[in-house]
């Protein structure tokens, strides 16, 4: 699995948008982008996952740049429950031989009110 | 869906002792896995199961063994506890093939062994 940089940690204002990047220098072309997250003392909580194209669900929003070496999480209007280590993580999409979640160091965001 | 299940939340043991941590899905997922958390470690794999009577080792296996008898169900059993094996452990479990990724943690149960 491709390897990952995120910054330790980062600063969000209550209600604003949160960019949470992520490079990933060395992914192959069939390697997919998630990210995960965990609320303190919770379980992680999967959030999305894209190849190329830019994605979008209930909870946030991905954006892969073009050249797929780094990519952006967008919790577009940031809670105080969005206080949280967020993962990035690059794999194939399928278990394949290698049925590992590699989880990094992440990035603590912390939500200010 | 009460998604995954995790008993108990909290154990304590003294060294030498067995005990099973129990994990339960309702989703039908083929997929599940072990995790163990500690501090400045992240998460890594103990075992993992791609469908009922299938498991394997993930990267830390020593000292647990698991099975996996129906497809709901996913216990992990410790059988002489360590100090070492002090942490937090987690059960996930997901869709399996191409939904692999998408997975679903369980709250955790915190071990601690004196």
């Known amino acids: 699995d491709a390897k990952t940089t995120q910054p330790t940690s980062m600063d969000c204002a209550e209600g604003r948008a949160a960019n949470l990047p992520c490079n990933h220098s060395t992914i192959s072309g069939n390697e997919y982008v998630y990210w995960y997250r965990q609320i303190h003392s919770q379980g992680p909580q999967y959030i999305i996952h894209g190849l190329k194209n830019n994605e979008t669900n209930e909870m946030a929003s991905l954006i892969i740049t073009e050249d797929r070496k780094s990519s952006t999480l967008i919790l577009p209007h940031a809670t105080l429950r969005d206080t949280a280590v967020y993962y990035c993580?690059?794999?194939?999409?399928?278990?394949?031989?290698?049925?590992?979640?590699?989880f990094g160091k992440g990035t603590l965001l912390t939500v200010n009110p | 869906n009460a998604g995954v299940t995790q008993t108990p939340k909290f154990q304590v043991l003294k060294t030498g002792q067995s005990m099973t941590l129990q994990c339960a899905q309702d989703m039908n997922h083929e997929y599940m896995s072990w995790y163990r958390q500690d501090p400045g470690m992240g998460l890594r794999l103990i075992h993992y199961s791609v469908g009922a009577g299938i498991t394997d080792q993930g990267e830390v296996p020593n000292g647990y063994n698991v099975s996996r008898s129906t497809t709901e169900d996913f216990p992990l059993r410790l059988l002489s506890a360590a100090p070492s094996q002090t942490s937090v452990y987690f059960c996930a479990s997901s869709y399996g093939s191409l939904r692999w990724g998408e997975q679903f943690f369980g709250p955790g149960t915190r071990l601690t062994v004196l």
């Open positions: 993580i690059v794999r194939v999409e399928s278990g394949g031989s290698n049925y590992k979640l590699t």
